[in-house]
């Protein structure tokens, strides 16, 4: 397959060459032009090179959603150095851990993270830090990033990545273990968005928001790279809440495209929205990823929603990440679409024999979009690439029309009695029960069963006398008996990543410690 661009910094220049008055970002009161963007960048780019940063060298970025994000990831790219976003709601020993494993040699961040950062550079690599705002203090070690923006002289710098350069080492989240840097290449990215452009028609007239965080996977391609692609504004939005704020600058921005999480798009079509709202917004697709979606989300979203259409994709992180997603022409409920048109798709089983359709196996995937391995972990690579195809640890099957089905995590599957329960099947249940508002299942060791399933419930803001009895009688007709899960747990909230998704290792190590009773 063959590439229109090299690298990000390629169609920066391409964009501000051909529309260079026209808006890239739009942040809170501000608007960023193509042609200023591009100036950023090169005086970020050369500022880097000033400091020693060269190709290869990995560069950390500690910033929250803003303009100053998008200028590094691509500036560090443009010298050739690799960037390495830090999920912002990581705590000390988890920045410290990914900063020393990366061997970032500078962090780009901001004020409010200084506190977070105080001395780390005794325990890694770090040798500078750029502070977009609220330095600590400005010394030889800690330089702001305003003088950075000053630099003229980059004229004579040309871009030094090529396809098969790694672009960003993402971290994973760790579900288990330590967190492993995922190795994007600039060709896995651009097959990515090159493969979304195949089934949805993007142009420079729609406009999209972001409001996830930036350094998570799906936000980084799907709504900062793309648009950057396609010439298409990009409206910043610093934080999720309050949410208020992100419909006011859907409506007043005009955005047509809306990517979120489930427990977005669950908020949403249960929100009383105001008329001017309903009547006025220009949004044509809701993109959901991140966690399944419930039925009863996207029921909801349907009713409330004539004119734009709520679409489930399936994605992660080491397939940069988009994987499949369902089209705006033919959706399917609870599939999260057939695979992007360059991708391949088979349901194995332990063996990696390939499974016939409507069969439950684990989703392995082949294509561009397939990580370069894991940063300094040859022993996991192998165990998660074999012969180009990439070991998702999901469970799923693909229908006859080559839809694919989500059944759960592969470590989320509970075995009781030799019996295999999804926990998802049970939730996607327990979400259409009116007093629930969130729900996770998880296995609990047994000394009979080996596990049993036990449900975890945020009872919603308007639901009064929740009772197991209640939730087990209405599980009762729905599921088989020995899905119902043996205890119920009320909680006011659960833990989630970055993206709203319940952390249910959490969850499990707890109730096996016995924290819940």
Known sequence: MGYRFRNFYEFVEHNAKNFPKHVAIFEENLKVRWKELKHKIDSLARYLELLGIKKGDNVAILLSNRTEFIVSLIAIGKIGAVAV?????????????????????????????????????????LEKFLWVEDPPKIDEKNLPFEEAMTIEDYEHITPQADLEDTAVILYTSGTTGKPKGVMLSYKNILSNIENILKVFDISRKDRFIVYLPMFHAFTLTATVLLPLYTASPIVIVRSILPFSNVLKQTLLKRVTVFMGVPEVFNALSKAKLP???????????????????????????????????????????????????????????????????????????????????????????????????????????ENTIVNGWLRTGDLGYLDEDGFLYIVDRKKDLIISKGMNIYPREIEEVLMKHPKVDLCAVVGKKDPHHGEIPVAFVKPSEDAQNISEKELRDFLKDKIANYKIPKQFIFVEDMPKNATGKVLKRVLREKLNKGEFG
Not at 88 to 109: G, P, W
Request: glycine content about 6%; some cysteine.
């Open 85 to 125: 976003p830090l999920n912002t709601f990581l705590k000390r020993a988890e920045i410290e851990y990914i900063l020393a494993d990366s061997e970032a040699k500078l962090i780009i961040t901001e004020g409010k993270f200084s506190d977070l950062l105080k001395d780390i550079e005794d325990k890694t690599r």
């Open 275 to 381: 008329w001017y709202f309903m009547w006025f917004n220009r949004i044509k697709f809701f993109i959901s990823g991140g966690a399944p979606l419930p039925l009863d989300t996207l029921e909801r979203m349907k009713k409330k929603f004539k004119r734009a259409v709520l679409l489930e994709g399936y994605g992660l992180s080491e397939c940069s990440p988009v994987v499949s997603v369902n089209l705006p022409h033919k959706q399917k409920p609870l599939s999260v679409g057939p695979p992007l048109p360059d991708y391949e798709v088979k349901i194995v089983d332990e063996e990696l024999m390939e499974l016939p359709t409507g069969e439950v196996g684990e989703i392995i995937v082949k294509g561009d979009c397939v990580m370069k391995g894991y940063y300094k972990n040859p022993y996991e690579t």
